[in-house]
């Protein structure tokens, strides 16, 4: 699993192809498969504004008085995103395909290990 701790759109999004291409090559050679419909990616989005100020008065360098105040306020939001996945060429993308090779064109691992 990816860590998602501070993760991007791009990132967030080639993990999800990362996830496809590793459960196309799980499923290689099973007589069940599935076709990939819409994919979606919710993100949580934290906005938030602080102000802060801190004062202090010194008195002849013994004795040190000084106060600090901080003010924050944030928001979450959330951004839902649908991806559908498809093949180089434009056709559906497919788990467990029966193919050699990936819809991107490059060889399956099964594939590649038997050449």
Same mark, same amino acid.
């Given at each position: 699993?990816v %860590?998602?701790?501070?993760? /991007?759109? *791009?990132?967030a999004?080639?993990? @999800?192809r990362?996830?496809?291409?590793?459960?196309q %090559?799980? =499923? !290689?050679?099973? %007589?069940v498969? +599935?076709? @990939?419909g #819409?994919v979606?990616?919710? +993100?949580? @989005? %934290?906005? $938030?504004?602080? *102000? /802060?100020?801190?004062?202090?008065?010194?008195?002849? =360098?013994?004795l040190s008085l =000084?106060?600090?105040?901080?003010?924050?306020?944030?928001?979450t939001?959330?951004?839902?995103?649908?991806?559908t #996945?498809? /093949? @180089? &060429?434009?056709?559906? +993308?497919?788990?467990?395909? $029966?193919?050699?090779? !990936?819809?991107?064109g490059s060889? $399956?691992?099964?594939?590649?290990?038997? &050449?």
């Open positions: 699993m %860590d998602v701790a501070e993760l /991007g759109l *791009a990132e999004i080639e993990a @999800v990362l996830q496809l291409r590793r459960a %090559d799980a =499923g !290689r050679g099973s %007589d498969r +599935f076709a @990939v #819409p979606e990616v919710e +993100f949580a @989005v %934290d906005v $938030s504004k602080k *102000a /802060g100020g801190e004062a202090s008065v010194k008195v002849l =360098g013994l =000084g106060g600090k105040g901080e003010l924050s306020q944030g928001q939001h959330r951004v839902k995103i649908s991806l #996945p498809i /093949g @180089v &060429g434009g056709e559906p +993308f497919e788990v467990a395909a $029966s193919a050699p090779t !990936r819809p991107d060889p $399956s691992p099964e594939s590649a290990a038997r &050449g």
